[in-house]
T-cell receptor, first 116, second 116 residues
Framework: EAEVAQSPRYKITEKSQAVAFWCDPI?????LYWYRQILGQGPELLVQ????????DSQLPKDRFSAERLKGVDSTLKIQPAELGDSAMYLC??????????????FGQGTRLTVV | AQSVTQLGSHVSVSEGALVLLRCNYS??????LFWYVQYPNQGLQLLLK??????LVKGINGFEAEFKKSETSFHLTKPSAHMSDAAEYFC??????????????FGTGTKLQVIP
């Protein structure tokens, strides 16, 4: 069964360091999402790609976060420098081309980031 | 603009009892509505979704939800709770089929505890 792959599963980093997360969506899925989920809260969309283009990054803290999906397939989310408040689960999801959530979005297992 | 309110951050039920998780939404256009389940340190899995048509939708694991436009609600139910249902549940909303990009908004989640 096809899955959204994320790595690493867990990451501990010191504040002010750089950290990067990787996501490989399900093959053929044109839409890719990065969500941040703070403990006890629902997922919050950070950035959404349609193919290689960003369609929504309104909630992405652009002074420290960046995301890319250069060939419209896998994606990298980077934080530099990391802050204590960035500790959270980072979830990647993907769905078919077209309406962003009319079809099911499939989620990866997430990367749990702890900033110390 | 759209929003989701999940009433009760924690719900406890006895094994075999009815499960009722509440979700109310706000949307300026007819919405699409979703329920997702999340197990500890895992990504989200779609339980069920409402887009158009029948207002009572059935999902996986015996869950169902009813879209009530007059009450702006989409409550999740299951007749008989099982221990394996213990997890966190998220309601989500997105604008309906209006074409183009659609943003999904998640609720803050309800943790379901099943007591033996």
């Amino acid at each position: 069964e096809a899955e959204v792959a994320q790595s690493p599963r867990y990451k501990i980093t010191e504040k002010s360091q750089a950290v990067a997360f990787w996501c490989d969506p399900i093959s053929g899925h044109a839409t890719l999402y990065w969500y941040r989920q703070i403990l006890g809260q629902g997922p919050e969309l950070l950035v959404q790609f349609q193919d290689e283009s960003v369609v929504d990054d309104s909630q992405l803290p652009k002074d420290r976060f960046s995301a890319e999906r250069l060939k419209g397939v896998d994606s990298t989310l980077k934080i530099q420098p990391a802050e204590l408040g960035d500790s959270a689960m980072y979830l990647c999801a993907s769905s078919h081309r077209g309406h962003s959530m009319n079809t099911e979005a499939f989620f990866g297992q997430g990367t749990r980031l702890t900033v110390v | 603009a759209q929003s989701v309110t999940q009433l009760g951050s924690h719900v406890s039920v006895s094994e075999g009892a009815l499960v009722l998780l509440r979700c109310n939404y706000s949307s300026s256009v007819p919405p699409y509505l979703f329920w997702y389940v999340q197990y500890p340190n895992q990504g989200l899995q779609l339980l069920l979704k409402y887009t158009t048509g029948a207002t009572l939708v059935k999902g996986i694991n015996g869950f169902e939800a009813e879209f009530k436009k007059s009450e702006t609600s989409f409550h999740l139910t299951k007749p008989s709770a099982h221990m394996s249902d213990a997890a966190e549940y998220f309601c989500a909303v997105t604008p309906g089929d209006s074409g183009g990009y659609q943003k999904v908004t998640f609720g803050t989640g309800t943790k379901l505890q099943v007591i033996p």
